[in-house]
């Protein structure tokens, strides 16, 4: 790894797995940063953990933070996670898994880590494409969460610093990120994206996540490797 | 209380007791939100549930956020709180009591509370004058946060919302936050602002934020009503 720290926003999903390899190809020195923030399930966690072993990473921090005193989303389990037939069923409205300021609450202790550390990089997996229509995962949004930053710490004071919030994932299709991943050699068996997994901890295969997810290798002509595998 | 609802981010201590009375006071609803970060004490959360029911919320939640994880402060225990003989010795420099991206942290919880709660109103009692070069204590830094809050949400998707972020404490002196408060009737014996209490609960009385408050009650002709005060 190259010597300049960057922090690291890993789900333990196909799209943050990408990034991750993104900044590791870009040489950075990577602080991977999970959050157990009262979601269904703890198979995302258990598939950060070995995202970030089979990629590489300088610490793997898990951040305790408790969502589900607001409520209000299908992933905290206040809501029904919906479930479709066919990817040609997903919709354009914003969906009940949307979890509330989710992505500026992960940013916004990704900035503290980043801040402690001394790094000026942050990289977060979102796309804009094939994804669920949430407002933050928006190019607009990344970047006035940036200039935000950029006011919020030490290095706005002093100037002598210029935080980035790399989004290298946000313009591109789910097969284009799948593609860019393989060409990382990123092994996406690993990998668990469902926001509504079986007991088991496999997939469920119908929930918007993994409609967009099998599109995508579809696309490719290639079969999901974590369909099958246990979660 | 008035029918529009608000979220206040409500440490227990002077200024955002202040900021509560401010957002009754305009007829909000209010909704107050409290941490426990990992600070070293919990005598803010007791003086912040005393200020909640003296001045009258819709409901009180304390969230529980990890901190400590990232280090990096004295209000975590990492360093040690600096100490002063005279509100005269208060420096320039961003001291060890800054916890990195703390209000911006803060503010995101509040933010997802807010949406939760269909509000569009946050209050936070940040001050730029009488403080100690937060840089996220800054005018310019919540003008950025707001913009970036409204992208961020729904509201900012659907343009049915505008997210304001209230600061209006910030262009105050600490005596005019104290003026200011004691005309909305704050009850300023129930605050807590220390940051390194005695362990009887009772203030140091040499911390930078004692020493900004003894000031602001001095400048006044007061004698600050929490100093004797069990904390």
């Known amino acids: 790894m190259g010597d300049t720290p960057a922090v690291i926003l890993l789900s ?12 590791r190809h870009e040489g950075f020195r990577t ?3 999970s959050f157990r923030y009262g979601q269904r399930h703890e198979v995302e966690l258990a598939a950060a953990r070995r995202v970030a072993d089979a ?5 793997h921090v898990i951040a305790d933070i408790d969502l589900r005193v607001f409520g209000g989303s299908a992933l905290t389990g206040d809501l029904a996670v919906p479930h479709h037939d066919r990817p040609e069923d997903l919709g354009n409205q914003i969906p009940d898994t949307y979890v509330p300021a989710r992505n500026t609450i ?38 006035a969460y940036e200039q935000m930053a950029n006011l919020a710490t030490k290095a706005g004071v002093l100037g002598n610093q210029h935080l980035r919030i790399h989004a290298p994932l946000i313009a591109l299709s789910k097969a284009a990120i799948i593609e860019l991943g393989r060409s990382l050699g990123v092994d996406y068996s690993l990998t668990h994206s469902c926001y509504d997994p079986e007991p088991s901890g496999a997939a469920c ?27």
Chains 1, 2 share one sequence.
């Open 12 to 23: 333990g999903g196909l799209d943050s797995a990408t990034a991750l390899a993104v900044a």
């Open 31 to 33: 602080y991977a940063l």
């Open 55 to 59: 990629i590489g990473v300088e610490r």
């Open 106 to 143: 992960f940013l916004s202790f990704a900035l503290a880590w980043a801040e402690t550390l001394g790094a000026e990089d942050i990289f977060i997996g979102v796309n804009a494409m094939d994804y669920s229509g949430y407002p933050d995962c928006r190019p607009e949004y990344i970047a």
């Open 205 to 231: 295969g119908t929930c918007d996540s993994c409609l967009f997810r099998r599109r995508g290798f579809a696309e490719l002509g290639l079969d999901d490797p974590a369909a099958a595998a246990p979660g």
